[in-house]
Every structure is written in C-alpha cells, then in structure tokens.
C-alpha cells in the first residue's frame, strides 16, 4: 500500500514569506501528526489532528498552523518565515489517535528560508 | 519533565558486533517507548516499542530493555550490519504529554565491515 506523501519534497522561501506544506496519509488512516526536525533542536512536536480537529499541539508559536480535511489530507502553514524555520518537516499518520497506535512518517519537506 | 535523554550521540562498530543505546526519561506518566531507524532522505520508521509492565522485548536482531525504577530503556543491536547504519531514536509518550512523541535527541550508528 502508498505511504505517506509529503510534497513538495524541497522547498526554498525568503524569510518573510509564507508556505504550505501537504500530507496525505495512508488510505484508512484518520489522524495525522506533524514534526520539525533540525539539528539543533532534534524532532519536536508541532500538532496532531484527528477528525478535522486538532487535538494536540506543541511549543511553537502562533506563525505554525495546519489543518485537516475531511480525506484525512492534511497540510501546514509557516507564515512570516524566518531563519530559523529552516528544517525536515514530517509528517506521520496512524490508523486512530496516538503514537502509541504506530506512526508512519513521510520522508519529509525540506525548507530551506534565505 | 517533558525531556529524554539519549547516548551516546555516535557509535562506531565492527560487523557482528552489538550496539547499545540508551535513554532516560523523566516523566513517570510516559507509557509507551518507542524506537524509531532514519535513514539519510528518509522518515524516521518505526523499529520495535515497549511498554513499563514489560522488562525485555526483542524482535530480531533489536532487543529493548526497560528499568521502570531507573526510568531508563536501551536499544540492543545484535549481530550489527553495514546496513544498520543510520540514525536511531528513542521517544516516549503518554500521561499529561498527551499523544505526541517526545524524541530522545538520537544517536548515529555506523555499522563497519
């Protein structure tokens, strides 16, 4: 079966500007996570959503949002970019709610903000 | 409370060695630990996981070991291949963190023929 699939696969912006990025998560599966990851600050937290609702969300500030729809599609917004914004963002899908329910992750965006 | 600590952040062996990668964890409320491989270009996937009423699982080659009072768990690679060679996670979830995965802050494995 498809996995998860993340596009665009690379992305360059200018800081200032915004961005979307897309997940579609394997047929069936209804919640779908997002991660940041950079060397610094490893893999993080942004938001989880489940049913069009998000239902959890991590330490970043408010420029980070996303949203799901009804085909379990998701997809998130970085706006106002900045430097530090440079990152793998992953998303992951699970059949229900909850890591514990087994994560599969796409193989990424890579944002590059100059 | 929220933190998991990994080490070492690099390890080196020889083929048919055994690597072994630690973590601790701070929060008593986590209730599922996680392991997960990343290859270079890829997503991080899913490797074997554990849960604190369990002391040992294994699967394969990987074999977790969970200390509940210690409040560490470890990942052992038996017989280490070439192709193990990638970068491995710990995480942890449960309790007030909700859902999400709290990552350890890896350790890159290079697997030597």
């Known amino acids: 079966k498809a996995g998860v699939t993340q596009t665009p696969r690379y992305l360059i912006k200018t800081r200032g500007q915004q961005v979307t990025l897309s997940c579609s998560p394997i047929s069936g599966h209804r919640s779908v996570s997002w991660y940041q990851q950079t060397p610094g600050q490893g893999l993080q937290f942004l938001f989880e959503?489940?049913?069009?609702?998000?239902?959890n969300k991590g330490n970043f500030p408010g420029r980070f949002s996303g949203r799901q729809f009804s085909n379990s599609r998701s997809e998130m917004n970085v706006s106002t970019l900045e430097l530090g914004d440079s990152a793998l963002y992953l998303c992951?899908?699970?059949?229900?709610?909850?890591?514990?329910?087994?994560?599969?992750f796409g193989s990424g965006t890579r944002l590059t903000v100059v | 409370q929220q933190q998991v600590k990994q080490s070492p952040q690099s390890l080196i062996v020889q083929k048919g060695g055994i690597s072994i990668i630690n973590c601790a964890y701070e929060?008593?409320?986590?209730?599922?630990f996680p392991w997960y491989q990343q290859f270079p270009g890829k997503g991080p996937a899913l490797l074997i996981a554990i849960r604190p009423d369990v002391s040992e699982k294994k699967e394969g080659r990987f074999t977790i070991s969970f200390n509940k009072s210690a409040k560490q768990f470890s990942l052992h690679i038996m017989d280490s291949q070439p192709g193990d060679s990638a970068t491995y996670f710990c995480a942890a979830s449960g309790g007030a963190a909700g859902n999400k995965l709290t990552f350890g802050g890896g350790t890159r494995v290079l697997v030597k023929p």
């Open positions: 992951a899908s699970s059949l229900v709610q909850g890591a514990q329910y087994g994560y599969t």
């Open positions: 959503y489940f049913s069009e609702t998000q239902r």
């Open positions: 929060n008593t409320a986590f209730d599922y």
